[in-house]
């Protein structure tokens, strides 16, 4: 009899432990190796270890969990827990995130990640959790360049006609119809192929995305543009986030900021690093001067005033406020 009660305590306990464990998924379009990438893998792990393996997570490289607009969607449904997702993507459903990549408001990355960290990024996060959304952390993707397969960029009538893949976002196709551009929205998986056969003649993106994606392989051309920061959001379904215990959330909100820092990390390590080495595959640099670039793109800050007059002067307050 004792036999018995002992074999039922522990196929009690087992069913229990197993009842407990929680596998979750985090969807990122990045290649192997990028800083999202590779934050990622470190989320997953702090997750795990602190959560004595309670809670594990499958990292989803190159969209293989879905491509960025398809995650916000499974992230509102909550099909999907996590995404180190795209600001051009997320403001889908977040159109203030948007903001964030309004036209040369950043010079460098330390400003926006000040801006970020500050009243403006909580503010953001807020009209997301309205969406079923937590941004649990923000993490860095660059500042963007322009890189095309005909000639260098210097003034913005280089770009007449043009077809340029941008993210499906409202805020980039705005800046690059001012330039004179044709943009062309695109998935980043769909990127590459479209380059190699000239669907596209070019795409804007940070240096790291350009190198770890291999784009360079078939865009000699890249211009020094930095017409616009891009964030990376990490989303948390809200769904899935509120059915963590307190212990849990807590966990996963620190893992998700702690592995925010590395990407940053990254992020400044890599686009300091990778010039030298794009020139060295063979890429032709060129700088920009961004004065006629600045008045070119004036009528988007008047485009997006209009509908919100309140977070874009208080936005752009906050980056001259983290520029001194």
């Excluded at 036999?3 to 407990?20: E, G, P």
């Excluded at 985090?26 to 893998?41: E, Q, V, Y």
């Excluded at 941004?135 to 003034?155: F, H, Q």
């Excluded at 990407?263 to 390590?269: H, I, P, S």
């Amino acid at each position: 009899m004792k036999v018995r009660n002992i074999i039922a305590a522990l196929v009690v306990s087992l069913c229990a432990s197993s009842a407990a464990a929680q596998q979750f998924q985090i969807s990122h379009s990045a290649a192997s190796g990028n800083p999202k990438d590779t934050a990622s893998l470190k989320f997953a792990e702090l997750v795990k270890e602190r959560t004595e393996g309670r809670i594990t997570v499958d990292v989803g490289t190159s969209s293989q969990f879905g491509d960025d607009a398809e995650s916000v969607t499974n992230i509102r449904l909550g099909t999907i827990a996590f995404s180190a997702n795209a600001q051009g993507a997320t403001s889908g459903a977040v159109p203030e995130i948007g903001l964030l990549g309004l036209p040369f408001l950043f010079q460098n990355l330390e400003q926006a990640e000040a801006v970020m960290d500050g009243p403006v990024g909580d503010k953001i996060a807020a009209a997301a959790e309205k969406q079923g959304i937590y941004i649990l952390a923000w993490w860095n993707n660059g500042i963007r360049e322009t890189s095309n397969s005909k000639k260098p960029i210097v003034a913005p009538g280089d770009l007449a006609g043009m077809k340029i893949r941008t993210p499906p976002d409202p805020m980039t196709i705005d800046i690059f119809e001012a330039l004179g551009a044709s943009p062309t929205p695109m998935a980043f998986s769909e990127l590459y192929i479209a380059l190699q056969q000239g669907v596209v003649d070019g795409q804007e993106n940070p240096l790291i995305n350009i190198y770890s994606s291999k784009l360079h392989e078939v865009q000699p051309y890249i211009s020094m543009t930095n017409h616009k920061y891009e964030a990376t959001p990490f989303l948390a379904s809200k769904i899935v986030f509120d059915g963590l215990s307190a212990e849990d959330q807590e966990i996963v909100r620190t893992a998700a900021r702690e592995a925010g820092q590395l990407n940053r990390q990254m992020v400044r390590d890599q686009s300091n690093e990778l010039r030298a080495t794009l020139e060295a595959a063979g890429v032709t640099f060129n700088e920009v001067d961004p004065a006629p670039f600045v008045a070119a793109t004036q009528a988007v800050y008047d485009k997006w005033r209009a509908q919100y007059p309140d977070l874009v002067d208080e936005l752009v307050a906050a980056a001259k406020d983290a520029a001194k």
